[in-house]
Every structure is written in structure tokens, then in C-alpha cells.
């Protein structure tokens, strides 16, 4: 079966991105090594995946470095269940304070890491709180869904 056939449209690739899923992250250390960390992630106001992260985690650190990183997200249990997409590209690191907090508020709601009880407000400036914006630029998009292989499972 032809890899085009078993790819995410535009629809689904949307639908996928909007689910609380984890976002693998690599960069590259600075021995050349690879770094693979896993990250919560958001959509930013302009579609961009967006991941808050200390300023000093050594992500950042490898980011400073070399922008050039690749970041994995996947679901499914079952290989006929497999679904993902890898995001080959750059990051941008960010201390725009207001697009750190819109990030983390959209990563609070995403994955409901605000404590119950709390105000969402103080939670999400807490957790804003000495990190960095990193916003992924996609140069390649790769996609794969093994639900629409023969056999697998529908919708």
C-alpha cells in the first residue's frame, strides 16, 4: 500500500494536533548526541505548536546552540492503531512574557494541569514562572495513520 495512503489529511492532521497527546522533543546536545525529552505542547494564536520549558533546561540550552530539532507525537496501542506525526524544523525560543503565559495557559487547559480549587490566573502565572517560549517552525511534515491500513481500525 502506497505511504500517501495511510497519511493525515489537513482535517486530520488538525483533529490529531488538538488532542492532549505527548509531544517528544529532540535536539541535539553538545556532544552531537541526541537530547529526547517529552513535552506538554499547545496550539499558539497563530497555529504555531508552542512548549514552555525553564530557561535554563538543557533543551534550551541545546537550542541556543542549533534551532534544528525534530519533535514526535504519536497515539495508539496496537500497530493497526498507530497514528503520529513528525515535525522536522527549527524551534524559536521566546521570553515574551504574554506568549509564555498564553502557552501555558493553553497547555493548563490541554492536559487540566491547573490544581482543582485554584484561580486558573495565579496557577498559570506560577507555572510561566521561569520558563521560555518555544515555538516549533515546520520545514517537514510527515504523517502516518495505521487505522486506514486494510484490517485496521475505523474512525
Not at 496496537?78 to 504574554?98: F, K
Amino acid at each position: 500500500m502506497p505511504r500517501r495512503s495511510t497519511s493525515l489529511d489537513e482535517a486530520e492532521t488538525a483533529s490529531f494536533l488538538g488532542m492532549p497527546n505527548v509531544l517528544n522533543l529532540a535536539t541535539f546536545a553538545n556532544d552531537g548526541s541526541i537530547h529526547l525529552v517529552p513535552m506538554w505542547f499547545a496550539l499558539t494564536s497563530t497555529g504555531a505548536i508552542g512548549m514552555a520549558a525553564y530557561a535554563k533546561s538543557q533543551k534550551v540550552r541545546n537550542l541556543e546552540r542549533n534551532r534544528q530539532c525534530t519533535a514526535l507525537i504519536e497515539d495508539g496501542d496496537t500497530y493497526s492503531s498507530l497514528r503520529g506525526l513528525e515535525i522536522v524544523g527549527t524551534a524559536d525560543i521566546s521570553n515574551d512574557r504574554d506568549l509564555v503565559r498564553e502557552i501555558v495557559r493553553g497547555i493548563a487547559g490541554r492536559y487540566a494541569a491547573v490544581p482543582a480549587g485554584s484561580n486558573g490566573d495565579d496557577a498559570v502565572e506560577a507555572m510561566a514562572r521561569g520558563r521560555v517560549a518555544l515555538v516549533l517552525n515546520e520545514q517537514r511534515l510527515v504523517s502516518w495513520d495505521h487505522r486506514k491500513l486494510r484490517g485496521g481500525p475505523r474512525g
